[in-house]
């Protein structure tokens, strides 16, 4: 699907390098010949090829940004003081890290020393969790478990994440529960607050908000007006939440 536009791109390029005329003025005669130019200049410069396809690279990446800046916009009560989330760190922090993550992301777990230590050396930053389960069946399971646990021992919840997301293997609806239960809630309790208050809709309703922010992957950070895919490390992490202290931005 890539091909067609840097294709298309090469060819006008090439045309309008050949020619200073419409296409509809040449007969069939010269569009034959034209199109043995424009194939034979392809061959001969075949570098235009990664010129164009990094244009286009370039043209997404910002009309991506440019979507996702819109959408924070729009859904800035969501994003960033949901009541279905878990804040750590200061509750009155100066700038809030937002973070989509699924318990068995191999990524977010990587991740996770990042958040750990940007919460120790910074004492001013608002870190909001955002479960996120996009990882099959065992990472829905799981996360009804963590909304249990979060409502009945929101305390706890940031020993339950670290336990859970830092444990090995596959994160699931029994490797959950014995988080809980390793923390004083019991299972009965856990399948007690499933029954009485499933979490499907605030899970429905977090797919929607990360449709609208374009995040298809985790972790995935919103950070004031930006949204930032991927394990992208303490230092950027720690620079952006600088720019927004800064200049208001994460970029200044």
């Known amino acids: 699907m890539a091909f067609f536009p840097k294709t298309f791109t090469a060819l006008a390029l090439a045309a309008s390098i050949a020619l200073p005329f419409p296409a509809a003025a040449l007969d069939d005669q010269q569009k034959k010949e034209f199109g043995e130019f424009i194939k034979q200049y392809l061959i001969e410069n075949p570098e235009i090829m990664l010129d164009v396809q990094e244009a286009l690279q370039k043209k997404q990446e910002a ?39 699924d318990y068995n992301c191999s990524y977010c777990r990587h991740a996770l ?5 940007m919460l120790k050396k910074d004492k001013n930053v608002r870190f909001v969790l955002k479960e996120f389960p996009i990882l099959g069946p065992d990472s829905v399971a799981a996360h009804k478990v963590a909304d249990a646990f979060r409502k009945l021992a929101p305390e706890k919840y940031a020993d339950f994440h670290v336990a859970l997301l830092g444990s090995e293997g596959r994160a699931s609806d029994e490797s959950a529960i014995a988080v809980a239960a390793s923390l004083g809630v019991s299972e009965d309790k856990i399948r007690a607050e499933m029954a009485k208050s499933p979490n499907d809709g605030i899970v429905q309703a977090t797919y929607q908000l990360a449709s ?7 972790p995935s950070y919103v950070i004031g007006n930006e949204l930032v895919p991927g394990a992208v490390g303490l230092d950027d992490l720690e620079a952006k939440v600088k720019n927004m202290r800064s200049c208001g931005k994460t970029a200044c």
């Open 113 to 117: 020393p990042d958040m750990q230590a």
């Open 212 to 218: 609208s922010l374009g995040i298809s992957g985790t």
């Open 63 to 101: 009309q991506r940004l440019v979507k996702a800046n819109m959408a924070i916009q729009e859904n800035t009560t969501d994003i960033f003081d949901s009541k279905n989330d878990v804040a750590l760190g200061n509750p009155k922090g100066d700038v809030t890290v937002v973070e989509f993550f």
